[in-house]
């Protein structure tokens, strides 16, 4: 509800305050002393018109129109410096054409808050179709029409959708038909993948397999390599035997050599050459042939000593092969044989 209106240089109006009644505010007086500008001054701060300058007094620079209300103060001001709104305080500039919101808000005014001098009596010149809309707008029924005519589209919206879902549906269904059986290919799949899975595992086990026999036939190979080591065994105990016998022909040797230095020392045979005797030449062949069998003893030591290295390194690898391989057919075979698939302790492959 309007509480006053102040004009301050609008049209013949340089200064005027206009105080209101609750209810309805009738405004009379002569004619040609402002009645109509105090509703054009109303009208100018609700709707921003007229526009220009051509309702600023003509002794005036600017215009200002000011309205209070139970919900606050809306002025339209328009001079050399502010052309805009000042609502409860705070300005609003370059608006344009256009009313803010603010505006509406303090001043909750309409068309139907303003009968202007030539203006026909309210209603009774209107047809029964815009008096119901006045009414309405008077129950604030318009908005209840607006929202039911909404409605009622959304309504219509919603039908049309539910007719083509359910003609889609329909037409699902239809298809749906073709693929009688789908279940039972379904199963077939899972089937598939399941025995898909199964050849990965064979396969992952085949190649583990692989590998394994690789690295034993290696293995073999190299005990094969060391087939000559019992002969080299055999060897080694003739020279053994050998060895003894010439460990005791040296000690005569070592006798027999202290001897011949001593005669070679003796003063009196200095300078005389010793004939040569049976007895000493067979002694100095038995010397190098001493000398030659421990090179070859020595040698055949060596190489008994190496094979026997190479035996044992042989026959660790052979174990680890062993065990890597009763454990791959234990922990991935489940203890079956790797070609005939029967249990491994039947040993019947």
Not at 71 to 91: D, E, H, L
Not at 255 to 275: A, C
Request: glycine share 6%; charged share 30%; aromatic share 4%.
């Amino acid at each position: 509800m309007i509480k006053n209106v102040h004009i301050r240089n609008f049209q013949c109006h340089k200064e005027k305050t206009l105080e209101t009644n609750p209810g309805i505010t009738y405004v009379t007086g002569s004619s040609d002393t402002g009645k109509s500008a105090i509703i054009r001054a109303v009208e100018w701060v609700r709707t921003n018109r007229p526009s220009g300058t051509s309702h600023i007094n003509r002794d005036a620079t600017g215009a200002s129109v000011k309205i209070e209300t139970e919900r606050g103060s809306a002025q339209r001001i328009r001079n050399n410096k502010v052309n805009g709104y000042r609502v409860n305080g705070t300005t609003y500039k370059a608006v344009g054409g256009k009313v803010p919101d603010e505006v509406h808000e303090v001043l909750n005014l309409t068309d139907l808050n303003v009968q202007r001098q030539h203006d026909p009596p309210f209603l009774l010149t209107l047809s029964p179709g815009e008096i119901g809309r006045r009414l309405n707008q008077f129950a604030d029924l318009e908005e209840a029409d607006r929202v039911l005519s909404e409605l009622n589209s959304d309504v219509r919206k919603v039908q049309s959708t539910i007719r083509r879902l359910d003609d889609e549906i329909g037409t699902l269904k239809t298809d749906l038909e073709g693929f009688h059986g789908i279940e039972e290919i379904g199963g077939r799949v899972e089937g598939a993948k399941q025995i898909d899975n199964r050849i990965s595992t064979h396969q992952q086990n085949e190649s583990r397999l692989t590998d394994l026999i690789n690295r034993t036939v290696s293995r073999k190979r190299s005990l094969d390599a060391l087939s000559p080591l019992s002969e080299a065994e055999e060897q080694q105990a003739n020279l053994s035997h050998t060895r003894t016998q010439f460990e005791a022909t040296g000690k005569q040797i070592e006798r027999l050599g202290t001897l011949i230095k001593r005669l070679e020392n003796v003063s009196e045979w200095r300078d005389v050459e010793l004939p040569e005797t049976t007895q000493s030449s067979q002694i100095k062949e038995q010397v190098v042939e001493r000398s030659a069998l421990e090179k070859r003893l020595q040698t055949l030591i060596t190489n008994v000593e190496s094979a026997q290295e190479r035996l044992e390194n042989a026959e660790e690898d052979f174990k680890q092969a062993e065990v890597d391989y009763n454990k791959f057919v234990t922990d991935e075979l489940g203890g079956k044989c790797p070609t005939c698939g029967k249990p491994m302790e039947e040993d019947e492959c």
